[in-house]
């Protein structure tokens, strides 16, 4: 029978696991360490694990809309089905949390090293995070572990972040300490680091995959995003397109910077190389989803409305941003603002604007977008319909200005000649 872990006192139970929760760091992520220890009949050890997990779950939504959830361990998790193995069963990793939802991991050995074998995950839909959910069930999902082998009586150490993407889940792991087969039930005094823990002779930290700037802290509590410098270059610009039934329903052209101030100001441009584009056309909402490397998440939606003159425009409505480990070493990040009205533009239009402007996701995060141009309903032969420029891009705006300007500039000069002349003619009279 499964065992509710305790906080005050761990539960050590014969052919059980010790396991404990322990708070993370603050973040947006609240997340949790999970420390389970398994033991066989006997009460000896057999597997030891402490890590912190995540997973970002892409969901549809009764308007046939496409959103992400994020699901973590909480305190109320259980271990039922944890086992040591035998010889017809692999080593098994388990854990229940939530509202039925489950994760484990098996393991297997050769003679001189051990590894992770398969991942299961199971989530349920019927859960509060899922509330808008259009199908309340079930969900399995199967990956194969990315863990390498790893000696014998030696622990598995790395701080990093690694991930594993399945379909529509992707699994976040970091800080993690494990060791399977433990040898006569006590945990090694030897570490096996990953890779990415270990000390490289470059200095750089900036990532292959992204153009990156960290940007140096200031003497402010809460760095605002409107006061750090900008990268040497802006983002290379993007082309995203999504089709349904085969047809082109959504255009988007677009470089898209973020700048992020949770923990260590940073600034980050997408690259459109790296970035898969998925989401969903529907006659009132789209969803544009980019994602990057697995690393960063960026949900845009759009919806319909009517002016006064009952004539319908699109516009932005939401936006949602997933950072994972933007800066080495930081939490995850996790921001969205779904009362927004950006970009508005009539059905059957396009909406460009070539100069930066600035989307305000949160106080910490902002989405500055290059060269934007879009389209979410109603393209017709994967082609661009007429464009509505934006009021940065409108230069017919800077006519009246300019010859105002020239007028005023003209009124000037003709009064301060008037002034001069007068005074020359005041000067050629004499005195008698």
Not at 20 to 32: A, D, M, N, R, T
Not at 101 to 127: A, M, P
Not at 181 to 203: H, R
Not at 284 to 300: E, G, M, P, W
Request: with cysteine; glycine share 6%; charged share 15%.
């Amino acid at each position: 029978m499964a065992t509710r872990c305790s906080w005050s006192r761990p539960l050590s139970l014969t052919c059980g696991c010790l396991l404990l929760l322990v708070l993370g760091g603050p973040g947006v992520f609240q997340s949790h360490a999970v420390e389970v220890e398994v033991k066989d009949s006997s009460n000896t050890t057999c597997i030891y694990a402490k890590w912190m997990m995540s997973f970002l779950i892409k969901y549809e939504t009764n308007s046939s809309e496409y959103k992400n959830v994020t699901l973590e361990p909480s305190t109320n998790v259980t271990h039922k089905g944890s086992t040591c193995g035998n010889k017809t069963h692999d080593p098994l990793l388990a854990i229940q949390f939530g509202a039925g939802h489950s994760w484990s991991l098996n393991f297997t050995k050769t003679n001189e090293t051990y590894r992770g074998n398969i991942i299961t995950f199971t989530y349920n839909t019927s859960d509060v995070a899922f509330k808008d959910a259009k199908k309340k069930e079930v969900i399995t999902i199967v990956a194969n572990d990315t863990l390498h082998p790893v000696r014998l009586n030696t622990v598995y150490r790395c701080h990093h972040l690694d991930s594993v993407e399945v379909a529509n889940v992707s699994q976040f792991f970091w800080n993690v300490t494990l060791q399977a087969f433990v040898q006569n039930g006590t945990v090694s005094k030897n570490d096996s680091i990953c890779d990415a823990d270990k000390p490289t002779v470059s200095t750089t930290v900036m990532p292959t995959i992204a153009n990156f700037t960290s940007l140096p802290s200031t003497t402010a509590s809460s760095p605002s995003p409107t006061t750090t410098s900008k990268p040497a270059e802006k983002p290379f610009i993007g082309n995203y397109s999504l089709k349904n039934g085969g047809k082109t329903c959504l255009l988007a052209t677009i470089g898209l910077q973020l700048n992020a101030s949770q923990e260590k100001p940073a600034l980050i441009n997408i690259n459109p190389k790296t970035t898969a584009a998925t989401g969903s056309c529907g006659n009132t909402s789209a969803t544009l989803q980019l994602n990057d490397s697995n690393r960063r998440f960026i949900d845009f939606t759009f919806a319909l409305k009517n002016t006064s003159g009952n004539v319908p425009k699109f516009y932005l409505r939401e936006v949602n941003v997933t950072l994972i480990s933007f800066v080495n070493g930081s939490e995850p990040l996790n921001a969205g603002n779904n009362n927004l009205s950006l970009w508005d533009t009539f059905l059957g239009s396009s909406y460009m604007c070539q100069k930066e402007q600035s989307v305000v996701v949160t106080e910490d995060l902002q989405i500055h977008t290059f060269d934007l141009r879009i389209q979410p309903f109603r393209v017709e032969d994967d082609r661009y319909s007429k464009a509505q420029e934006c009021p940065l891009d409108d230069d017919t705006i800077l006519i009246p200005i300019i010859v105002g300007a020239a007028l005023a500039g003209l009124i000037i000069i003709i009064v301060i000649a008037y002034i001069i002349g007068r005074r020359k003619t005041y000067a050629g009279y004499q005195t008698l």
